[in-house]
């Protein structure tokens, strides 16, 4: 099966300085990225959609200049929360949709847990 | 609006057989994903069903009914392993999955 890689994956910082997640699909080309977040026992709350090549497309509620999604080559997305404050501590986790609709599977990574101290 | 409602904890023995219930309402329809989430980890895909009827894959099976909004996950020769969180993840007619809470499934010995 596909194999999506996210690093780090598990991330310590200081309050205000500025955390990047790399999400890469290792054996195929993602034309569609999706960044999740998930609070201990909640279901998964997707952020946005991140298509190659173009802006991504953001949820209601999630700030586009405080998570800054970049969908640079078919294999790479990059979320980088900015000026991180200690209630964005959660589990984010990505997923790779491959290119073809006929099958609509998403593949995730392992996920990055941030703690915001 | 969209929606999707399963129970939110079971609890079933070791060796025996569970059948996890999701029922659903979304814009449009692409399918149903099945995911199992272990604490602190990512979701795993464990099935896809897009037709009406019974998917059997294993241990696992999955049934869909489209005109009922329903779907079931069936897990026999239950392991201790198997304790995990079971997500039922319908596809909307933008093709993005929408999630529920999900139901966390006990096993005991």
């Known amino acids: 099966g596909a194999v999506v890689s996210q690093h780090p994956s598990r991330v310590i910082c200081k309050s205000g300085t500025s955390v990047k997640i790399e999400c890469r699909s290792l054996?195929?080309?993602?034309?569609?990225m999706f960044w999740y977040r998930q609070f201990p026992k909640q279901s998964l709350m997707l952020m946005a959609t991140?298509?190659?090549?173009?802006?991504?497309?953001?949820e209601q509620g999630v700030e586009k200049d405080k998570f800054l999604i970049n969908h640079a080559s078919l294999t790479l997305s990059t979320l980088t929360v900015t000026s991180a404050h200690p209630e964005d501590s959660s589990f984010y986790i990505c997923?790779?949709?491959?290119?073809?609709?006929?099958?609509?599977?998403?593949?995730f990574g392992p996920g990055t847990r941030l703690t915001v101290l | 609006g969209q929606n999707i409602d399963q129970p939110t904890e079971m609890t079933a023995t070791e060796g025996a057989i569970v059948q996890i219930n999701c029922t659903y309402q979304?814009?449009?329809?692409?399918?149903l994903f099945w995911y199992q989430q272990h604490a602190g980890e990512a979701p795993t895909f464990l099935s896809y069903?897009?037709l009406d009827g019974l998917e059997e894959k294993g241990r696992f099976s999955s049934f869909l009914s489209r005109s009922k909004g329903y779907s079931y996950l069936l897990l026999k020769e239950l392991q201790m392993k198997d304790s995990a969180s079971y997500l039922c993840?319908?596809?909307?007619?933008?093709?993005?999955?929408?999630w529920g809470a999900g139901t966390k499934l006990i096993i005991k010995p």
């Open positions: 054996d195929f080309q993602a034309t569609t």
């Open positions: 991140s298509n190659e090549g173009s802006k991504a497309t953001y």
């Open positions: 979304t814009s449009g329809f692409n399918g």
């Open positions: 993840a319908p596809m909307d007619s933008n093709y993005q999955l929408i």
């Open positions: 069903n897009v």
């Open positions: 997923s790779a949709r491959v290119g073809s609709l006929d099958y609509n599977e998403q593949f």
